[in-house]
């Protein structure tokens, strides 16, 4: 299933020491109706972002790793909590959003197909940032069933049946409010993807490899 010219995780470093484009745009767009408040209130006189540019769009041009380097990066992954976030990443191509979105309803075990259907984002509350559900996917395509490949449903299965042990021996501890997702912590709790997109830098920095990023 991985080839040479299968590219899932791709390389991201397009600037040093600088924010995302669309991060800066986020910035330039934020402080714009900041300082436009204040001219409202009298606060200051201009909104000193219209002497500023607004960072224009610089498309993305990322590299990959091929079928002999992502073998070698699942066989780091071997017992990892995001091991199967990297796989499905790997194998679909799929988006972190996605995978942590991912419900066991799903995944079809006997027509061996997997629906892509929902997603997780994180968005900026007042009290923090929180974790949300959307049916609502980026674009069109990224409706999808796709095939369940049999390395993948091994890992799948091991999952859930990981998940029913946790709940049974952590009784009232573990999380049941999450139970519909796939991808969950140990307590049965929803994994951020601030996280996985950390911790795959540590795995990969500690085990030499290449960076890159999951998409």
């Not at 990959?64 to 990297?86: M, Q, S």
């Not at 979105?101 to 892509?116: H, M, N, P, R």
Request: contains cysteine; glycine residues 6%.
């Amino acid at each position: 299933m991985l080839n040479d010219d299968c590219g899932y995780l791709g390389e991201g470093d397009l600037s040093i020491n600088m924010p995302a484009n669309t991060t800066a745009q986020r910035h330039h767009a934020m402080l714009h109706r900041a300082f436009q408040q204040a001219v409202k209130r009298r606060i200051i006189p201009t909104n000193p972002c219209l002497q500023a540019d607004r960072p224009k769009s610089v498309p993305f041009i990322g590299s990959y790793y091929n079928a002999e380097k992502l073998k070698t990066l699942l066989n780091c992954v071997e017992g990892d909590p995001i091991r199967l976030v990297i796989m499905l990443a790997a194998y679909y191509g799929l988006r972190r959003s996605e995978v942590l979105g991912l419900k066991w309803l799903a995944v079809d075990f006997t027509a061996k197909t997997v629906s892509i259907r929902h997603k997780i984002l994180e968005e900026e509350t007042k009290c923090g940032v929180v974790l949300k559900g959307y049916d609502v996917m980026k674009t069109k395509s990224s409706y999808c069933t796709i095939p369940l490949i049999p390395h993948i449903e091994e890992e799948l299965l091991a999952e859930q049946a990981g998940q029913e042990e946790m709940r049974t021996v952590m009784r009232g501890a573990y999380d049941k409010k999450y139970s519909e997702y796939i991808y969950v912590d140990a307590l049965g709790g929803l994994i951020t993807l601030q996280y996985v997109r950390s911790h795959f830098q540590v795995i990969l920095k500690e085990n030499g490899l290449r960076k890159i990023r999951l998409p």
